[in-house]
C-alpha cells in the first residue's frame, strides 16, 4: 500500500531554517513526480514546489523562490523541503505529494509555524 510520511514541521523563529522529509513506502517512488504543497488556515492549499523524477528539474512558487529548495533521494525513498529565511506568512501544513499519469498519493501533512 502506498504511503507518504512527513516530518520535520514545528516551530520556528522568523528567519530561521527547517527540513522538511517525506518518506515513501509502498509504490516505484523514482519513478513518481513529487511535490510540496501547504495550506495555511482559511486557505486554498497550494503549491511550493515540485522536482522531476530525475530530480535535474525543479520549480518554485514565487512566494518561496531563493528561499525553499527541494530535493530528492531515490535510494532513500525521500523527499525533502529545505526551507531558509522563514518568514510569519510561511505557516502552514505542509504536504508532500507523489504523482505520475495513472495514480497520486498525499502525506497526512506537517505543521510548520513561524513565529517570534
Known amino acids: 500500500q502506498a504511503r507518504l510520511v512527513e516530518s520535520g514541521g514545528g516551530l520556528v523563529q522568523p528567519g530561521g531554517s527547517l527540513r522538511l522529509s517525506c518518506a515513501a513506502t509502498?509504490?516505484?517512488?523514482?519513478?513518481?513526480?513529487l511535490s510540496w504543497y501547504r495550506q495555511a488556515p482559511q486557505k486554498e492549499r497550494e503549491l511550493v514546489a515540485s522536482i522531476s523524477t530525475s530530480g535535474e528539474s525543479t520549480n518554485y512558487a514565487d512566494s518561496v523562490k531563493g528561499r525553499f529548495t527541494i530535493s530528492r533521494d531515490n535510494a532513500k525513498n525521500t523527499v525533502y523541503l529545505h526551507m531558509n529565511s522563514l518568514k510569519p506568512e510561511d505557516t502552514a501544513v505542509y504536504y508532500c505529494k507523489a504523482e505520475n499519469v495513472v495514480f497520486n498519493f498525499w502525506g497526512q501533512g506537517t505543521q510548520v509555524t513561524v513565529s517570534s
Open positions: 509502498g509504490f516505484s517512488f523514482r519513478t513518481y513526480f
